[in-house]
């Protein structure tokens, strides 16, 4: 009993600073989400609403178009990270490859890039009659591309984008992941006589398991919420073809003042994720809900 | 924390998953958010809202006893 009371206290401080900076901004948001608040508008004080900024959101065709934009997206980049970084992340950890140090100091390089600094990259590579991209994809395969006319070029790009940012990531936490798994099961299936696809799929995803969760959430969330990079490369555009949740949300908090929607609209963008998030838990853990 | 639990607060009601009590909540709370969003957009105009508040609250009650 002791012992636990002098745990809460060694605690304490995180839990304070993690109640002031995410418990009371949440019931701020949550607040703010029940009113009508425009600081443009012709009354610019908080108006009660109700549920008339859920009500409204229900039926915004924009809106719930991005959210479904987001989740392809985000649906997209997780799997293709996944795949991607896990490949690398046994190219890089071969016994037989020359300089793999190097490799691997290469490939994590883009992690450190600031994500305002990639978008501008990738618009200078890829904005037409400049970037070197539309230009060999012209040459080589003769494909006028052009993130500036057409949607499916400029949300290919973003998922392209994301994954050269995000899947050295991946492969970290994977390598980290392999080099940590113990030896014996994997020799006792191979004397059992199991093939790769066996072995991988019964004895290395199993012990897997606990890294690529963690992975799989952070990527999720992380693609979720994708704004700078998007508003770098696109700006939403063209029409409304990369105007992922955040950006849109962004766009109506900020220029629009339009608070007590976009409160809502983060509100029910939080709500997918953490639900999201649960299901993945659920089906990943094979079990059996939160508190195992 | 959640590793140090005892298994007894876990159990097998007629949900799919093995559930604690915090489970059962938090499914119920995500079935009322789910419910009310769909009745707005779907049923409103033929039954008021109060109506899915009081159908989430005794399937809640269902879910957090028997689930």
């Known amino acids: ?292 | 924390m959640a590793g140090s639990q005892p298994r007894k607060t876990q159990r097998d009601g007629f949900l799919p998953i093995r559930t604690n009590g915090f489970d059962r909540g938090f499914i119920s709370v995500v079935i009322l958010i789910l419910v009310h969003l769909l009745w707005m957009r779907f049923l409103e105009g033929l039954l008021p809202l109060w109506v899915a508040t009081v159908l989430c609250l005794a399937l809640a009650v269902f879910i957090i006893r028997k689930g």
């Open chain 1, 1 to 292: 009993m002791r012992q636990s009371n002098i745990g809460w206290l060694f605690l304490a401080p995180a839990t304070l600073i993690l109640f002031v900076i995410g418990f009371i901004p949440f019931i701020y948001i949550l607040y703010v989400g029940f009113f009508d608040w425009n600081t443009n508008a012709v009354d610019p004080t908080l108006r009660w609403a109700g549920l008339q900024n859920y009500r409204s959101l229900v039926f915004d065709t924009t809106f719930l178009n991005s959210l479904t934009r987001t989740l392809v997206f985000a649906f997209f980049v997780v799997v293709s990270e996944l795949l991607l970084g896990y490949v690398l992340a046994r190219a890089l950890m071969a016994d037989r490859l020359w300089g793999r140090q190097f490799f691997r100091t290469i490939h994590t390089l883009p992690i450190v890039v600031a994500p305002i600094a990639v978008g501008a990259t990738w618009r200078l590579l890829c904005v037409p009659g400049f970037g070197i991209v539309p230009y060999y994809l012209k040459l080589w395969f003769g494909i006028d591309y052009n993130i500036a006319t057409n949607s499916y070029h400029a949300f290919a790009t973003a998922i392209v984008m994301d994954l050269w940012h995000w899947t050295p990531f991946v492969t970290l936490s994977l390598m980290a992941g392999l080099t940590a798994l113990p030896k014996e099961p994997l020799e006792q299936a191979q004397i059992d006589g199991g093939n790769k696809l066996q072995i991988f799929w019964y004895v290395i995803v199993p012990m897997l398991k606990p890294v690529l969760l963690t992975t799989v959430f952070i990527r999720l969330m992380d693609a979720l919420r994708s704004v700078d990079e998007i508003w770098m490369l696109t700006k939403g555009g063209p029409a409304e073809a990369t105007r992922f949740i955040g950006l849109h949300i962004w766009i109506n908090v900020f220029p629009k003042t339009d608070y007590g929607y976009g409160a809502a609209m983060s509100l029910l963008t939080l709500y997918v994720t953490i639900v999201l998030s649960w299901l993945l838990f659920v089906a990943m853990t094979g079990r059996k809900g939160g508190a195992q």
